[in-house]
């Protein structure tokens, strides 16, 4: 299958994140064939959590800048590369990603802290870089379903 591609330019900011993600919901829809349609809930789910990260984290303290997203489809493979001029990934979120302890009372459960591991347990392989002040992150998705059981009811 020949390499299908998209970019999708956004400001980091949350309206302008909501735009960015059901226009790139809708290349997804026309990248994706029809029979691996059904991976892109989690695609979704991941997505929003990377892309709200940025809006949310990056930035604070700096004034937005122009961010992007390449969409590549070869096979059973979607590579979504965000870019951004935001602050550098924090070091520790380089490591695996830490798995709370849902056990106990529900009122002692943490409020957040459960996006990064999200992303990760909805990927396939997660990238990042960063390089002249350009964050690079890479969600790669297994269209297969084979790599990853998706967190939605099928």
Partial sequence: MPLRTRTIRFQPLPEDVR?????????CATLVPDSQQQQLGN??????EAL?????HAFTGLPPRDAGM???VRDDALTIEITDHGHALPQHL??????H??????ADLP?????????????FQVLYSRRDGVNRL????DLSGYARKSALPQ
């Fill in 138 to 141: 890479s969600l790669i998705f």
């Fill in 19 to 27: 735009r960015a993600l059901a226009e790139t919901m809708t290349a």
């Fill in 111 to 123: 409020e957040g802290g459960f996006g990064w591991m999200l992303i990760h347990e909805l990927t």
């Fill in 52 to 56: 709200n990260n940025i809006a949310e």
């Fill in 101 to 106: 302890d849902l056990t106990g009372d529900v």
């Fill in 43 to 48: 695609v979704q789910i991941a997505l929003a």
């Fill in 70 to 72: 390449t969409l590549s």
């Fill in 94 to 99: 380089l490591q695996s990603p830490h798995h």
